[in-house]
Nanobody, 117 residues
Framework: QVQLVESGGGLVQAGGSLRLSCVVR????????MGWYRQAPGKERELVAA???????AYSDAVKGRFTISSDNAKNTVYLQMNSLKPEDTAVYYC???????????WGQGTQVTVSS
């Protein structure tokens, strides 16, 4: 059974940086793409960034230019480097792996990111 384990969240002041990590316990090659989502209190979970197995990234407009998603296949790890953080980035951040055949979605347990003003 594949598991996703996030780490790296915490409390940071506005303008600061954090790097989230998502370790795949299993093989990262199980997934066609991986992504980072976030959910703020009272809001729906939203896509922040995603990366394909081939390394092509994509970002939401809210984080484009500030966040960078990357993967280290040798370490079975996906990262989210978050710079110039804003209070509105405060949320629980989740790692998601998507497998196409057979279709499956895997989620990590989430890691809290809090940005103070």
């Amino acid at each position: 059974q594949v598991q996703l384990v996030e780490s790296g969240g915490g409390l940071v002041q506005a303008g600061g940086s954090l790097r989230l990590s998502c370790v795949v316990r299993g093989s990262i090659f199980s997934f066609n793409d991986m992504g980072w989502y976030r959910q703020a209190p009272g809001k729906e979970r939203e896509l922040v960034a995603a990366i394909t197995r081939g390394g092509t990234p994509a970002y939401s407009d809210a984080v484009k230019g500030r966040f960078t998603i990357s993967s280290d296949n040798a370490k079975n790890t996906v990262y989210l480097q978050m710079n110039s953080l804003k209070p509105e980035d405060t949320a629980v951040y989740y790692c998601r792996g998507r497998q196409v055949l057979p279709f499956s979605i895997y989620w990590g347990q989430g890691t809290q990111v809090t940005v103070s003003s």
